[in-house]
């Protein structure tokens, strides 16, 4: 079945660095892909999201990167802070009726 | 401006009972959606709703599963007989029309003993 999912399961990364998680997916009908952060004992917070349209989109210390080539998607966090530790889940949608996540990767920002 | 809010947030019940889970949408949104979580995993997709309707449960459990949105009011989970298999986190998302950004709640814990 289509699936969406992570290459690595944990990521440390030193405070100050960038930092860079990847997602595959499978399903070559998804137009919309979101990127959101999971704290522990909370919901989804969003981060970023980009329609297949576009292959970068740029916010605040984050930028996100399409190929659908490849069917490849990655947030690239910027001068990581201990706030940034978190679980970061990958999704796909069509329509963004209904999204399939990822597994997710644990990130964990080394002071 | 509130976000989406649910409760309550931790919930235990013994098997055999009945579950319920409110989910009150950011204001402004009509469309609610509903994800389950176990420890360690995705989110898994259950049922999206518009005000009164139904839209896609294609992610829900067919026997003891249901789910509402009512002209007023907050969306309900509901889960009937609840088994051990039930114990997860579920989230709801809400958004003020399809293909808009889901914003998620804090969630409501389920555990069942």
């Known amino acids: 079945g289509e699936s969406v999912g992570l290459h690595l399961p944990t990521l440390s990364v030193q405070e100050g660095d960038n930092s860079i998680i990847n997602c595959a997916y499978s399903n070559s009908a998804s137009d919309y892909f979101i990127w959101y952060k999971q704290e522990s004992g909370k919901g989804p917070q969003f981060i970023i999201d980009i329609r297949s349209n576009m292959d970068k989109r740029q916010g605040q210390r984050v930028t996100v990167l399409l190929n659908k080539t490849v069917k490849h998607l990655s947030l690239q966090i910027a001068a990581t802070q201990p706030g940034d530790s978190a679980v970061y889940f990958c999704?796909?949608?069509?329509?963004?009726?209904?999204?399939?996540f990822g597994t997710g990767t644990r990130l964990t920002i080394i002071p | 401006n509130a976000g989406v809010m649910q409760n309550p947030r931790h919930l235990v019940r013994r098997r055999g009972q009945e579950a319920r889970l409110r989910c009150s949408p950011m204001?402004?949104?009509?469309?609610v959606y509903w994800y389950r979580q176990l420890p360690e995993e995705g989110l898994k997709f259950m049922v999206y709703l518009q005000k009164e309707n139904i839209i896609d449960e294609s992610g829900m459990p067919k026997e003891r599963f249901s789910a509402e949105f009512p002209k007023e009011g907050p969306s309900i989970l509901r889960i009937q007989q609840v088994v051990r298999g039930d114990s997860a986190a579920y989230f709801c998302?809400?958004?003020?029309?399809?293909?808009?950004?889901?914003?998620f709640g804090p969630g409501t814990r389920l555990t069942v003993l």
């Open positions: 998302a809400s958004s003020p029309r399809v293909g808009d950004t889901q914003y």
């Open positions: 204001k402004g949104h009509s469309h």
């Open positions: 999704a796909e949608g069509v329509g963004n009726e209904k999204l399939t």
